[in-house]
């Protein structure tokens, strides 16, 4: 009798029982193979359920040789082969056509020529072909700002692609638009002042003198802008005018009656006073009356002016003018029935001012009011000051109306020249009477002219 040995089913894994593989109902299909009975049967003609899973550990023991049956005398069974299975089949075929497809594509992509392929819908641009490399056309700083965005046409195109180079501009290129800029600039101002000018004549339309002065220098400054030929024609029209009339005699009719002694371009004052005009040897007769016009032409804006006359103080002529030391000129009293024109703004007028006093010395001063004049204050140089050593010093030719708390005018340190102080009024800021303003080089034209009136 044979020995038995533990033996599986090369088909299903299982174990083949010892009396299947004695009574030889197990199938040998070779030398160490067996079949169980269920695997040995003949196929039934139904379709067999598809069987998953691996093989058991045992089974894969067994084929690989571990175990070894003993030979018995049954024929071998020759196993029969597993029915097709319909998903791998269906799977198997549809990989097979979607490959065939794809390759189809392919082949067809690449047996198109560039010019028959169709445009995509898009306005961006094919690159250019290598072997012929286009440049992007050069765009100046000039051309990115007139283009209707005030952006660089290249904005426009499609995401991703490379935007055109733009390239700085020249220097001769930066020279031309700034004097383009300049230019611009200099039309404006010459139109605007054009338009003040005209306002200014319609508010003021007897003073064609002013209006042609200023249209002069309007003509003189813009040259060839369009507002300085419009000027230049409106000089056209007011032709020649008549010898302008002395603003003295206009603005203040008193004037008439009165006799010029001194006239004096303050422009050319220093610590010695020479008058352009000194007529003391021409007045013979005795006077009642002395009066003092000053004229200041600012920088910008209509000349101020300012009349005033006041009974004589003294009898010496060497003495009605600018107080230097050498005319030994020194006053600070009050005056009587004084009169005073102007067309500063703010400044009192009228005739028979009650308020008036005057300050000539040609020394230093403070501020204390030692005088007591009305409303003066002691802590500003105002309309009552104290006169002080050294006796040729700072120096103060000043008229004020102490009632209105007003400087009339005010001429002070004289010998500055263009540093001296200067003005028509009281002072906007600080000191009223205009001491440590050094502003007389501001204006620019200034006279001033002293009067008497005869008996």
């Not at 497809?101 to 020529?113: E, Y």
């Not at 003073?207 to 042609?212: G, S």
């Not at 009011?369 to 802590?379: E, G, I, Q």
């Not at 540093?419 to 001491?435: F, H, K, Q």
Request: aromatic share 6%; hydrophobic share 35%; with cysteine.
């Amino acid at each position: 009798m044979a020995r038995m040995v533990i033996v599986y089913c090369d088909k299903c894994g299982r174990r083949v029982p010892d009396d299947d593989v004695a009574t030889g109902r197990a199938a040998r299909t070779g030398e160490n193979g067996w079949l169980c009975t269920a695997c040995a049967a003949p196929p039934k003609p139904v379709t067999q359920q598809i069987r998953t899973g691996a093989p058991s550990s045992t089974a894969a023991m067994r084929r690989s040789g571990a175990v070894r049956l003993s030979q018995t005398d049954a024929p071998p069974v020759v196993p029969q082969k597993e029915p097709a299975k319909p998903f791998v089949l269906a799977v198997a075929a549809a990989a097979c056509g979607i490959g065939l497809l794809l390759a189809g594509i392919f082949l067809l992509c690449r047996g198109q020529s560039p010019e028959s392929r169709p445009a995509l819908a898009t306005h961006a641009r094919e690159s250019p072909p290598a072997e012929k490399p286009l440049e992007p056309p050069l765009k100046t700083a000039a051309a990115v700002a007139d283009s209707p965005s005030g952006k660089s046409a290249s904005s426009s195109t499609a995401a991703g692609q490379a935007a055109p180079a733009v390239t700085a501009p020249s220097m001769a290129e930066r020279a031309r638009q700034a004097e383009k800029e300049m230019q611009d600039f200099r039309n404006q101002r010459a139109t605007r002042l054009l338009e003040e000018h005209r306002a200014w004549f319609k508010q003021n339309p007897s003073d064609a003198w002013t209006y042609q002065a200023k249209l002069r220098e309007l003509v003189a400054s813009y040259g060839s802008a369009p507002g300085a030929i419009e000027a230049k024609r409106l000089l056209d029209e007011l032709g020649t005018l008549p010898p302008r009339p002395d603003r003295l005699e206009t603005s203040a009719p008193e004037a008439k009656e009165f006799q010029l002694v001194y006239d004096l371009d303050i422009s050319r004052i220093g610590a010695n006073v020479v008058y352009d005009v000194d007529n003391r040897d021409k007045v013979k007769q005795p006077f009642d009356r002395i009066a003092y016009f000053l004229e200041l032409q600012p920088a910008a804006g209509e000349t101020q002016y300012v009349f005033v006359s006041m009974d004589a103080f003294t009898d010496d002529l060497g003495k009605i003018g600018v107080p230097t030391h050498a005319s030994g000129a020194r006053f600070q009293q009050n005056v009587a029935n004084m009169n005073v024109c102007s067309n500063v703004q703010g400044l009192v007028t009228g005739t028979g001012l009650t308020g008036g006093n005057i300050e000539f010395w040609a020394s230093n001063y403070g501020p204390r009011n030692s005088a007591n004049v009305p409303n003066a204050l002691n802590d500003k140089y105002d309309f009552g000051d104290e006169p002080t050593n050294p006796p040729d010093g700072y120096g103060s030719m000043q008229v004020h109306n102490h009632d209105a708390k007003q400087t009339v005018f005010a001429l002070n340190h004289w010998r500055q020249g263009g540093g001296a102080d200067l003005g028509i009024g009281n002072r906007p800021t600080d000191n009223p009477d205009w001491t440590f303003t050094g502003n007389a080089g501001s204006y620019r034209a200034r006279r001033l002219r002293v009067l008497v009136h005869c008996k």
